[in-house]
Structure formats: C-alpha cells, structure tokens
C-alpha cells in the first residue's frame, strides 16, 4: 500500500507592477504555506510581489 502525503490547496494572491490596487491569484496544491510559496514562484518565473497565501477549505 503506498502512503500519500496530505496535500491542502492554498490560494496565493499577488499583485504585478503597473497594474494599480489590482490583486491576481492562483490556485496552488502544496503541503504547507512555504512549500505553495516556493511552488508559486517556480510556476510563475518572474518575481511577483506575494500580499497572501490562505487556505481553501
């Protein structure tokens, strides 16, 4: 029987330069808030201001 790692889904809001009072997000699957933080970055590839991550019940 294989084990399976809980995975929770967090959103992750960030905002993009030129593009005032807006906030953007994305639906990321991790295991914790750092690891859907790192994941974020590596799908996006440029650096984005991050303002939040929360959870998704």
Same mark, same amino acid.
């Given at each position: 029987m294989a084990t399976h790692r809980i995975k929770?889904?967090?959103e992750v809001s960030f905002?993009?330069?030129?593009?005032a009072n807006q906030t953007f997000s994305?639906?990321?699957?991790?295991?914790s808030k750092k690891d859907a933080h790192r994941?974020?970055?590596k799908q996006e590839?440029? =650096?984005k201001?991050? =303002?939040a991550i929360k959870e998704l019940k």
């Open positions: 929770k889904i967090y905002e993009i330069e030129g593009f994305r639906v990321v699957s991790a295991k994941k974020f970055l590839k440029k =650096t201001a991050v =303002t």
